[in-house]
Nanobody, 120 residues
Framework: QVQLVESGGGLVQPGGSLRLSCAAS????????MGWFRQAPGKERELVAK???????YYADSVKGRFTISRDNAKNTVYLQMNSLKPEDTAVYYC??????????????WGQGAQVTISS
């Protein structure tokens, strides 16, 4: 069994910053790609950023230059530093990871979601 636990969401004013964390635990051998998705009310879930085990990164155009994804492989944790936040960044943010289990099975896993609200 593998769990992804997110933390760090909240309410912040436009222009502010937040940092999300997501820690994976359980029967993990390694984690390939870790990423963050978000889903705003009435919209589809979209990829925000992802990072490979060797720290290659991808960002959606809407967050480039404002968000930074990073990971700590020793802690099986991924972070999302969000700066210059805008009201349109308001969404539930979900952590996702491609897990290689101790039995070498490969599967995707999701966190429970963290609400991020940008409002004055």
């Amino acid at each position: 069994q593998v769990q992804l636990v997110e933390s760090g969401g909240g309410l912040v004013q436009p222009g502010g910053s937040l940092r999300l964390s997501c820690a994976a635990s359980g029967s993990i051998f390694s984690i390939n790609v870790m990423g963050w998705f978000r889903q705003a009310p009435g919209k589809e879930r979209e990829l925000v950023a992802k990072i490979t085990r060797f720290s290659s990164t991808y960002y959606a155009d809407s967050v480039k230059g404002r968000f930074t994804i990073s990971r700590d492989n020793a802690k099986n944790t991924v972070y999302l530093q969000m700066n210059s936040l805008k009201p349109e960044d308001t969404a539930v943010y979900y952590c996702n990871a491609e897990i290689v289990s101790t039995t070498r099975a490969v599967f995707g896993s999701w966190g429970q979601g963290a609400q991020v609200t940008i409002s004055s």
